[in-house]
């Protein structure tokens, strides 16, 4: 009896089959397993090709653009600097569910809470980031309403009213952006705005952001209105914070300090440096800013010129290798005005000349090895703030009350003129700048009564007219007279130590200078 195995009953061929077939046969099931293989990876492909179209179109539907027709023709020359000005302002807008977040009716006007210029150098390792406090006095240029019409200059007026022109719910960035151009003199390539609920959704998406708290903070801190103090929102020290949580955080001014917004922007900027510090650590890269894309599109207005989801991420990659100590951030040269903010000169010039000369705060080149202007280059639209003046005649101001408006384009020449006021025993009670540039001659204006007063001010500018108006007080209208009196001067070749020495830097300790007053 014979005795057949299972495996050769099973295969029967096997037993004495060639070498030749067996080779063949191994070669068909190595091709077969082959093209199993390369249909599975490009299966794969088109399943990841198709996810990351979906997502880029997501990316691009989530971004809304404000229109270029807003932004003045008459801007400031671009300049031979690689460096890049990004204008970022916070919105305290009510629509898109932002309600929710920040409170107030859906309808109401669109606010900016915050707002920074910042400055990447032509070398992309430094950056700055200038706060312009909301409070800041400032003069608003034309801007354009809903209908088409422009708006006339507004002179002395709160700088974050100009979000506000055109009373619209989602707000009028291009005032803004017009607005930053004329105060500084410095072209801005692009505008961000972001509102309630982005910044919300983008603190969540990186996990939470560490911040600190200079003493235990309470919902009358956020909300002085409140008739107790409430619940404790923040204990002292430093904490993680996300979404809702995060937004208190950067909204409190009350009982902190003096509760002023330049404490405030002290802890946003605090904020805003945690926040790239923890952005850094998790790694720039396309699979870590999809995510935050994703999150930061969802509520962000941009000019055009960022409005699709490629040139956003390609700008924000071209930020990698900006090192966090050499990020700073400072608040633009000011002093109190009364309850508002004013722009002190010649140091806010100061600072303006080393952007678009890309000098950074202890005066080093970070040009990058382009052909940036020179300390001494003045501004294409502006001239020196320093520009030197006529000492006017010895006259005694003691007891007089004036306020000085800069009818040049002059930037700088009112605070010249107040400080030379000054020293002449008059009380300044206020600078700003002329509803119209345009005045050939100094002109003093006075309210009824006041003429003998008004003729003392005149001493101190020679040629200066008089002329009566229907309002109170006196008012300086400087005019060209005064300002080309003399031969202009270089724009100062360094920033004032009191500006750089109150910068700081992303990689600070968060807990360090947080409050002001």
């Known amino acids: 009896m014979t005795v057949t195995s299972s495996r050769t009953a099973a295969h029967p061929r096997h037993r004495g089959e060639p070498p030749q077939g067996r080779a063949d046969r191994r070669r068909r099931k190595g091709g077969t397993r082959l093209r199993t293989t390369l249909i599975v990876g490009l299966s794969l492909l088109v399943l990841v090709a198709a996810g990351g179209g979906w997502l880029y179109l997501r990316l691009n ?20 600097s690689q460096g890049e000005n990004i204008l970022v302002i916070g919105s305290d807008a009510r629509t ?8 107030g009716d859906q309808a109401d006007v669109g606010r900016s809470d915050t707002s920074f210029l910042l400055h990447i150098y032509a070398d992309h390792q430094h950056a700055l980031a200038v706060s312009i406090p909301r409070d800041t006095l400032v003069t608003i240029p034309p801007c354009k309403l809903p209908d088409g019409t422009w708006t006339t200059t507004r002179a002395n007026t709160m700088f974050n009213a100009a979000y506000s022109v055109g009373q619209t719910a989602q707000g009028n960035p291009a005032c803004t952006q017009n607005t930053v151009e004329q105060l500084t003199g410095l072209r801005v390539d692009h505008t961000v705005v972001v509102d309630f609920k982005g910044f919300a959704r983008l603190t969540e998406v990186v996990g939470g952001v560490r911040v600190c708290l200079p003493q235990d903070v309470y919902q009358k ?21 996300s979404g809702e949580k995060a937004l208190d955080y950067v909204r409190i001014r009350h009982g902190l300090g003096d509760g002023s917004d330049i404490g405030r922007i002290k802890r946003q900027q605090a904020f805003v440096a945690s926040l790239l510090k923890k952005v850094k650590s998790d790694g720039l890269t396309p699979a870590k800013l999809l995510p935050l894309a994703d999150a930061a599109t969802e509520s962000l207005t941009v000019d055009a010129g960022l409005g699709t989801a490629d040139k956003l991420i390609s700008f924000a990659m071209s930020l990698k290798d900006v090192d966090l100590h050499n990020t700073k951030f400072v608040t633009v040269p000011w002093r109190y005005e009364g309850s508002r903010v004013a722009v002190v000169e010649p ?3 100061a600072l303006w000349a080393a952007l678009k000369a890309d000098r950074t705060l202890d005066g080093k080149d970070a040009g990058g090895g382009t052909n940036t202007p020179s300390a001494t280059k003045q501004s294409a639209t502006k001239q020196s703030a320093t520009t030197p003046t006529p000492t006017p005649s010895a006259v005694d101001g003691t007891g007089i009350a004036v306020a000085v408006y800069n009818g040049t384009t002059v930037s700088g020449l009112a605070q010249r003129a107040a400080d030379e006021l000054t020293a002449d025993g008059f009380t300044v ?13 100094t002109v003093i204006q006075y309210g009824p009564g006041l003429e003998s007063r008004a003729r003392t001010v005149a001493g101190a500018f020679p040629g200066a007219g008089l ?12 005019g060209q007279s005064y300002a080309s009196s003399a031969s202009p001067s270089p724009v100062p070749t360094a920033v004032s130590s009191a500006v750089a020495g109150d910068a700081r830097s992303a990689d600070d300790d968060p807990c360090s200078n947080l409050s002001y007053g």
């Open 429 to 441: 009670t206020g600078t700003a700048t002329a509803t119209t540039q345009d005045h050939p001659t």
């Open 221 to 241: 801190d956020l909300n002085p209105n409140r008739a107790t103090r409430g619940d404790l929102l923040f204990k002292e020290g430093e904490q993680n914070v």
């Open 96 to 103: 898109g569910g932002n309600a929710a977040l920040g409170g």
């Open 347 to 349: 140091d806010a010039d």
């Open 467 to 478: 002329q009566q108006i229907t309002g109170t007080g006196i008012n300086v209208v400087l």
């Open 61 to 80: 539907g989530n971004i809304t653009t404000f229109g270029s027709d807003g932004v003045s023709d008459d801007r400031p020359d671009a300049g031979s």
